[in-house]
């Protein structure tokens, strides 16, 4: 009997960090997702106020006005082409549907559509049907 209970109490060690490994990766994986997340909402964040200086700028009339405004032309090019890279990475049967769609408007209104940065990368990264 002495000697099984040395077995079992190594068993359950054992088994104790086998389930807190599987739990650390699990927390891992859900810390980085939640980074993404925070970059996201910063630069989101980051893009409405430099808006809303903008808003400020035109009242006044500024010189440095169109200037701020493609600069926060760039910032919403640069977060809309960064959402849809992820979409496309994640194989989502919603996007698809939207990326087919869009797809189609686009072809519609090529014109339009070629002076838009992020539309441009869309073209770029969509997959042929």
Same mark, same amino acid.
């Given at each position: 009997m002495n000697t099984y209970i040395p077995l079992v109490l190594?068993?359950?060690?054992?088994?104790?960090?086998?389930? #807190?490994?599987? #739990?650390?990766?699990q927390l891992w994986r859900t810390t980085r997702a939640a980074a993404e997340i925070s970059r996201q909402a910063v630069l989101s964040n980051l893009w409405s106020e430099l808006n809303r200086y903008l808003e400020i700028l035109r009242k006044q009339e500024a010189p440095e006005t169109d200037f701020m405004q493609k600069v926060s032309n760039l910032m919403l090019d640069y977060m809309i082409a960064n959402l849809l890279s992820h979409a496309l990475e994640k194989e989502d049967r919603n996007f698809e549907e939207l990326q087919h769609r869009l797809s189609t408007l686009i072809s519609e209104n090529e014109a339009a559509a070629s002076k838009v940065s992020w539309v441009a990368h869309f073209i770029k990264r969509r997959k042929p049907r």
């Open positions: 190594t068993a359950i060690v054992t088994l104790s960090t086998m389930i #807190y490994t599987a #739990y650390s990766i």
